[in-house]
């Protein structure tokens, strides 16, 4: 077994502290990586304070993880010592059901392994995340960074950046589209960057004016207020396509109103309770409300070339490891622009 230094939360309601786990030792699929940099997700926060339920403590978070290869199993291809590799949101997965032969992996319908949080195929070993010195994981579940690219800031894209881009993708957005983006925050600031990049005309839609220049710097061309209600009603039946990033309750029908005829809601964001959908918010203009999950690893990997090739990464705050417990408590008060980032040297 591998020893490995991490942070970890004792249950839900301990501060992130000093850790240490062991690792399986490198398979003949498997990759050591060690880990440089991890980013620090909202739902990292959700977790180790089991707001969702089903906790598994203690529990090291992280599933932003990028870094370089170290070792390689004897049967490995993909991989060799020295590679730049990232890790995502799950490692493995049934390998068998429908949804994992169509390369969507996280729709697993047998048994999916969420990066940490989780356990592994055996269904009795716990994961272990990314805030941690050093991760073991198949090859297969393992990704390729593109060299050109800001290491630290590429780290959010394992989340933030294949939340957004799949979407975008599946609903084919591009050229004379108009897009909504609900909420600037990680994940409402890759939406933005990504969907201008597709060629989409972006508005940002947000509680405070405040953010207004960072959206026309990212690549929005409109701003809205959301509390504004004559700016709602101006631009009623605007947009064709929305993604709401917002993991605060919400009225959802006052967005769905923004839609064009046939236009569509997703949404990636998790409020804490159920949001009521008012039938003639949909029925009117046969709109769509939609969700959306990540990616599988072959659409990560495309997001992450496509990044590589335009030169797209996150905007981040590098953070050491020491300073995570106030990171959680900035990151709920929105005080982050606009994702954290663990420097991973500082473990």
């Not at 990232?86 to 319908?109: A, H, I, L, N, T």
């Not at 405040?210 to 026309?216: G, I, P, R």
């Amino acid at each position: 077994m591998i020893t490995t230094k991490a942070y970890a939360a004792k249950n839900a309601t301990s501060q992130l502290a000093p850790f240490s786990l062991t690792r399986r030792e490198v398979g003949a699929h498997d990759v050591l990586i060690e880990i440089a940099y991890c980013g620090v997700c909202h739902s990292d926060i959700h977790q180790a304070r089991d707001e969702w339920g089903g906790s598994i403590f203690p529990m090291v978070p992280g599933h932003e993880i990028v870094g370089k290869v170290t070792k390689v199993g004897a049967s490995v291809a993909k991989f060799k010592v020295g590679d730049l590799a990232g890790v995502g949101c799950f490692v493995d997965s049934c390998r068998v059901c429908p949804s994992c032969k169509d390369g969507v992996e996280q729709y697993c319908e047998g048994n999916s392994v969420i990066t940490y949080n989780g356990l592994e195929k055996d269904r009795k070993t716990p994961t272990y995340g990314g805030y941690s010195s050093h991760i073991v994981v198949d090859e297969n579940y393992t990704l390729k960074i593109p060299a050109n690219l800001e290491l630290s800031a590429v780290a959010p894209l394992l989340c933030a950046g294949i939340t957004t881009f799949s979407p975008l993708r599946h609903w084919k957005i591009g050229p004379g589209h108009k897009v909504g983006v609900m909420g600037l925050g990680g994940l409402g600031h890759m939406a933005v960057k990504l969907a201008a990049s597709f060629g989409a005309e972006v508005t940002v839609i947000s509680t405070t004016k405040s953010k207004e220049a960072d959206a026309k710097r990212l690549g929005a061309k409109g701003f809205i207020v959301s509390a504004d209600q004559d700016a709602m009603n101006a631009h009623g039946r605007t947009l064709d396509f929305i993604i709401d990033t917002v993991s605060a309750p919400h009225d959802i029908n006052a967005f769905l109103n923004l839609l064009k005829l046939d236009g569509t809601l997703v949404m990636v964001g998790v409020p804490p309770e159920a949001l009521p959908v008012q039938a003639f918010s949909l029925i009117t203009k046969r709109r769509r409300l939609a969700g959306s999950l990540i990616g599988g690893i072959k659409e990560t990997q495309e997001m992450l070339d496509y990044c590589g090739k335009h030169g797209i990464t996150s905007d981040i705050e590098l953070i050491p490891i020491k300073d995570i417990n106030d990171a959680y408590e900035r990151m709920i008060a929105g005080k982050v622009r606009y994702r954290f980032v663990i420097d991973m040297k500082t473990l």
